[in-house]
Protein backbone atom coordinates (compact mmCIF):
# COMPACT_ATOMS: atom_id res chain seq x y z
CA UNK A 1 0.00 0.00 0.00
CA UNK A 2 2.64 2.31 1.12
CA UNK A 3 4.27 1.57 -2.58
CA UNK A 4 0.89 2.38 -4.27
CA UNK A 5 0.79 6.17 -2.14
CA UNK A 6 4.34 6.53 -2.95
CA UNK A 7 3.71 5.89 -6.99
CA UNK A 8 0.52 8.36 -6.82
CA UNK A 9 2.65 10.90 -5.40
CA UNK A 10 5.11 10.96 -8.20
CA UNK A 11 2.47 10.83 -10.96
CA UNK A 12 0.82 13.59 -9.17
CA UNK A 13 4.17 15.56 -9.05
CA UNK A 14 5.22 15.04 -12.69
CA UNK A 15 1.84 15.72 -13.80
CA UNK A 16 1.70 19.01 -12.00
CA UNK A 17 5.38 19.61 -13.30
CA UNK A 18 4.00 18.81 -16.87
CA UNK A 19 1.11 21.38 -16.51
CA UNK A 20 3.29 24.01 -15.23
CA UNK A 21 5.90 23.50 -17.53
CA UNK A 22 3.58 23.97 -20.56
CA UNK A 23 1.86 27.15 -19.10
CA UNK A 24 5.64 28.44 -18.87
CA UNK A 25 6.49 27.97 -22.27
CA UNK A 26 3.10 29.79 -23.64
CA UNK A 27 3.41 31.52 -26.63
CA UNK A 28 1.75 33.57 -28.41
CA UNK A 29 0.43 33.72 -32.13
CA UNK A 30 0.81 36.50 -34.87
CA UNK A 31 -1.07 35.66 -38.37
CA UNK A 32 -0.20 38.90 -40.27
CA UNK A 33 -2.61 39.67 -42.89
CA UNK A 34 -1.84 42.60 -44.37
CA UNK A 35 0.35 45.49 -44.34
CA UNK A 36 0.49 48.46 -46.12
CA UNK A 37 1.86 52.25 -46.75
CA UNK A 38 -0.66 54.78 -45.84
CA UNK A 39 -1.24 56.76 -48.52
CA UNK A 40 0.15 60.36 -48.34
CA UNK A 41 2.09 59.64 -44.88
CA UNK A 42 5.06 58.43 -43.45
CA UNK A 43 3.19 55.39 -41.70
CA UNK A 44 1.95 52.39 -42.38
CA UNK A 45 -1.15 49.77 -41.71
CA UNK A 46 -0.38 46.32 -40.19
CA UNK A 47 -3.33 44.14 -39.65
CA UNK A 48 -3.13 40.69 -37.90
CA UNK A 49 -4.61 38.06 -35.75
CA UNK A 50 -3.45 37.54 -32.60
CA UNK A 51 -4.00 34.21 -29.96
CA UNK A 52 -2.87 34.55 -26.82
CA UNK A 53 -2.89 30.88 -24.96
CA UNK A 54 -4.09 30.13 -21.39
CA UNK A 55 -1.34 30.73 -19.08
CA UNK A 56 0.26 33.07 -21.36
CA UNK A 57 1.68 36.71 -20.01
CA UNK A 58 0.61 39.73 -22.72
CA UNK A 59 3.53 41.61 -22.15
CA UNK A 60 3.23 45.44 -21.20
CA UNK A 61 3.95 47.81 -24.63
CA UNK A 62 2.98 50.56 -26.63
CA UNK A 63 3.21 51.15 -30.38
CA UNK A 64 4.34 54.02 -32.22
CA UNK A 65 0.83 54.47 -33.40
CA UNK A 66 -2.55 53.17 -32.94
CA UNK A 67 -4.20 50.31 -32.44
CA UNK A 68 -7.65 48.75 -32.78
CA UNK A 69 -8.84 45.74 -31.72
CA UNK A 70 -11.83 43.50 -32.03
CA UNK A 71 -12.20 40.61 -29.77
CA UNK A 72 -12.68 37.29 -31.77
CA UNK A 73 -12.44 34.95 -28.87
CA UNK A 74 -12.76 36.35 -25.08
CA UNK A 75 -11.12 35.11 -21.65
CA UNK A 76 -10.97 35.93 -18.68
CA UNK A 77 -7.44 38.04 -17.66
CA UNK A 78 -5.51 38.56 -14.55
CA UNK A 79 -3.77 41.50 -14.03
CA UNK A 80 -0.11 42.20 -12.00
CA UNK A 81 -2.21 43.35 -9.44
CA UNK A 82 -3.90 40.32 -9.25
CA UNK A 83 -7.19 41.49 -10.19
CA UNK A 84 -8.89 39.41 -13.11
CA UNK A 85 -11.16 41.52 -16.11
CA UNK A 86 -13.50 39.53 -18.51
CA UNK A 87 -12.56 40.51 -22.27
CA UNK A 88 -16.13 39.74 -24.22
CA UNK A 89 -15.92 38.34 -27.59
CA UNK A 90 -17.51 40.84 -29.91
CA UNK A 91 -16.04 44.50 -27.65
CA UNK A 92 -13.89 46.48 -29.36
CA UNK A 93 -11.27 48.95 -28.37
CA UNK A 94 -9.20 51.90 -29.88
CA UNK A 95 -5.74 52.26 -28.28
CA UNK A 96 -3.58 55.62 -28.49
CA UNK A 97 -0.35 55.84 -29.72
CA UNK A 98 2.31 55.28 -26.61
CA UNK A 99 -0.59 54.30 -24.63
CA UNK A 100 0.97 51.39 -22.44
CA UNK A 101 -1.06 48.06 -21.95
CA UNK A 102 -1.07 44.65 -21.78
CA UNK A 103 0.72 43.02 -19.03
CA UNK A 104 -1.86 40.64 -18.12
CA UNK A 105 -1.74 36.32 -17.60
CA UNK A 106 -4.97 34.80 -19.76
CA UNK A 107 -7.09 32.56 -17.37
CA UNK A 108 -8.88 31.30 -19.86
CA UNK A 109 -11.20 29.20 -20.58
CA UNK A 110 -9.80 29.14 -23.60
CA UNK A 111 -7.62 31.39 -25.67
CA UNK A 112 -7.86 35.18 -26.05
CA UNK A 113 -7.95 35.58 -29.77
CA UNK A 114 -8.11 39.53 -31.15
CA UNK A 115 -7.84 41.10 -34.64
CA UNK A 116 -5.91 44.20 -34.79
CA UNK A 117 -5.12 46.74 -36.92
CA UNK A 118 -2.13 48.99 -36.38
CA UNK A 119 -1.28 52.23 -37.57
CA UNK A 120 2.48 52.99 -36.75
CA UNK A 121 5.10 54.97 -37.95
CA UNK A 122 6.95 53.39 -41.08
CA UNK A 123 9.94 50.88 -40.81
CA UNK A 124 9.42 50.76 -36.96
CA UNK A 125 8.99 47.92 -34.52
CA UNK A 126 5.21 46.71 -34.43
CA UNK A 127 5.62 46.49 -30.64
CA UNK A 128 7.57 48.83 -27.87
CA UNK A 129 8.22 47.32 -24.33
CA UNK A 130 8.62 50.18 -21.75
CA UNK A 131 11.98 50.83 -20.44
Same mark, same amino acid.
Not at 103 to 120: D, E, M, N, R
Given at each position: MVERSMKSKVAMSLLGSLLLTGAAYAQETRTELKRADLTGTNMEIWTAVYEFPVGYTIPAHSHNGEEVVYVLEGAKLKRADGTEIEIKTGTYNVVPR?? !? /? %?? =?? !??? @??????? =? =? /? !? *??? %? %? @? *????PK
Open positions: DL !V /H %GG =AT !VLG @PGSLKLF =A =A /H !V *IDK %G %G @P *IRVL
